[in-house]
Every structure is written in C-alpha cells, then in structure tokens.
C-alpha cells in the first residue's frame, strides 16, 4: 500500500479477529511509533505491549469507551512522564499524538488495523500494565486484523468538507 492509501485507509476499527499479529508486523509498528518526530527529541514515550486476553480485559476498564479493546488482538499502551509544567504537558502530548498516528498509519499499510483509546483509570492502568508512579498511561491503541471489513481507501469519507475546513491566509 502506498502513503496516500494508508492515509485514505486508516478508520478506527473496534472489532478485530482472533488472529494473532505476527511479531516482523508488530515490531515494524513498534518501530514506526520509535521513530516519530520528537520536540528537542526528546521521546518521552514508552510503549507497553499487551496480548494476554486476561490483561487486554482489565485493560478495556480504564475507559469507558475503551470495552472494545479487550477484543484486540494486541494493545499498545503509550506512557508518558507526569509534567507538572504546562508547556512540557503540550510537547508531551504533541510528541505522542505524532507517534500514535504514526503507527496507526504504518499498520494500515501492513493491513493491521488500529484504534485508539483514552485512558481514564490511572490506578487500574498502572496495575495492569506496571509502569512507575511518575508516568501515566495517555493512550491505547488496539491491534489487530478487522472482522467486519478489509482496510481499503475510503472514497467518501465522514468529514466536513475541504472548503469548510481549510482557509488560505486568513480565515
């Protein structure tokens, strides 16, 4: 698949089936998330793996929205550092925001699909996953194959239009 078609194609998915990801998929994912432009690189992510269905269950508890993620094949738990000062919180959550697409976009063009979740429950998160008391769990991405439809470019997509959203020089 080439970029445009892995842009076209990336949708949230939220139903996967029960076929495992290969690791050479896995790690190309991961590497992608590794290699995402950093402020200053600074790189303040980690990034928790998890396949076991028993923790990919409790994981789906740390968000309300977040049930599906016990149906993912694999989840990507993004961890950022506690920042107390404002702008470090800002370039912390920029710099995840460029990796956390950066590896839905790379899977997509693996035919992996992705979704992403918020994560609410800091204490069942940190219990889950075991990250330090200084680093919380900002994102999780779910992985995995689509059980209702195979990733292709979508032709129209459910966004405004181009007109409405893009303003040149001014808005």
């Not at 920029?94 to 204490?123: F, N, Y």
């Not at 330090?132 to 292709?152: S, V």
């Amino acid at each position: 698949m080439d970029t445009w078609d892995a842009i076209t194609s990336r949708r949230q998915v939220r139903s996967f089936t029960a076929e495992p990801l290969r690791d050479d998929l896995l790690r190309q994912i991961l590497e992608a998330g590794r290699r995402a432009p950093s402020g200053s690189n600074v790189q303040p992510w980690d990034f928790v793996v998890v396949a076991d269905s028993g923790q990919l269950e409790r994981l789906s508890g740390v968000w309300k929205g977040a049930v599906w993620i016990s149906g993912a094949t694999t989840a990507v738990a993004l961890i950022i550092p506690i920042q107390e000062e404002e702008r470090a919180r800002m370039l912390n959550r920029l710099d995840l925001g460029q990796t956390a697409m950066q590896m839905m976009i790379a899977a997509t063009d693996l035919g992996v699909a992705s979704g992403q979740a918020a994560c609410a429950d800091q204490e069942l998160a940190r219990e889950v996953l075991g990250f330090p008391d200084d680093r919380q769990c900002a994102l999780l991405i779910g992985l995995g194959f689509p059980a209702d439809r195979p990733l292709a470019p979508i032709k129209k997509p459910a966004r405004r239009p181009f007109e409405e959203v893009v303003h040149f020089g001014r808005w």
